[in-house]
């Protein structure tokens, strides 16, 4: 009787001290963090997801989230894949943002995640190199 006591003591004191949690930021219809031609986006099948995390030390951050640094993950992790048939994408689309963190007494991570459809607004090759050279 004496074990399962302790047990269920140890099982409270690790539920208090590790603490996790996740709510949504916000929603977009379309987002981005480089230049777009917004006239004629084509989209891309799949819904891809990146992320950015901070990393806390007793209280000392060590390093911070950006939501920038989030966007670009889910769109380079677009163009490395080979799904998007050629297409670069530049933005994303139907954008959901949300935030979690984890949290025990030693350690705090943070992290903001950004889910959304790709766009890549250059149908041609040719076009996107002809308007980098001007």
Known sequence: MKIKQI?????LIVN???IDCSSRV??????STRNSNVKNWKRT????EGYSC???FFFIPIKSWDMKDAIEDAVD???????SKGLQAE???DVKLSSSWFTSIIVTRTCLYAEGVPADSWYKTEEREDQIKK
């Open 45 to 48: 099948a799949d819904r891809v």
């Open 91 to 93: 933005a994303l689309l």
């Open 16 to 18: 208090i001290l590790l």
């Open 7 to 11: 047990t269920i003591l140890m099982l």
């Open 26 to 31: 916000g929603d977009f219809t379309a987002i």
């Open 54 to 56: 901070s990393w806390w």
């Open 77 to 83: 992790i677009s163009n490395k894949s080979t799904k």
